[in-house]
Nanobody, 130 residues
């Protein structure tokens, strides 16, 4: 079992930046592939970014490439999402998720599909004003 707690959300003007953090407790953090997802009002949850267990491999949805950066610090049991050049369409509740795959390769711990993730945080609101 792992618990995930997000922080860092808030209200920001378009063009601004925010850094989200997701602190994990429980099993060995380095055994988990991690991801960030978001859900806007009236819309389905969508994939934003993912990072492999080691942090060496990342993947992004097209709409955030070049603006968002996912990273992790396995010593601090934390994954981050640095969000720059924010747009009003980035407004959503952002949630981190963990996929427990200790026996997989590093590449095999990277997922974009929400059903691959075993644990979820409660989410943090990000609102971008125009």
């Amino acid at each position: 079992q792992v618990q995930l707690v997000e922080s860092g959300g808030g209200l920001v003007q378009a063009g601004g930046s925010l850094r989200l953090s997701c602190a994990a407790s429980g099993r060995t953090f380095s055994s988990y592939g991690m991801g960030w997802f978001r859900q806007a009002p009236g819309k389905e949850r969508e994939f934003v970014a993912a990072i492999s267990r080691s942090g060496a491999i990342t993947r992004y949805t097209d709409s955030v490439k070049g603006r968002f950066t996912i990273s992790r610090d396995n010593a601090k049991n934390t994954v981050y999402l640095q969000m720059n050049s924010l747009k009003p369409e980035d407004t959503a509740v952002y949630s981190c998720a963990a996929s427990y795959r200790p026996a997989s390769s590093d590449y095999g711990s990277l997922f974009v599909d929400s059903f691959r993730y075993d644990y979820w945080g409660q989410g943090t609101q990000v609102t971008v004003s125009s």
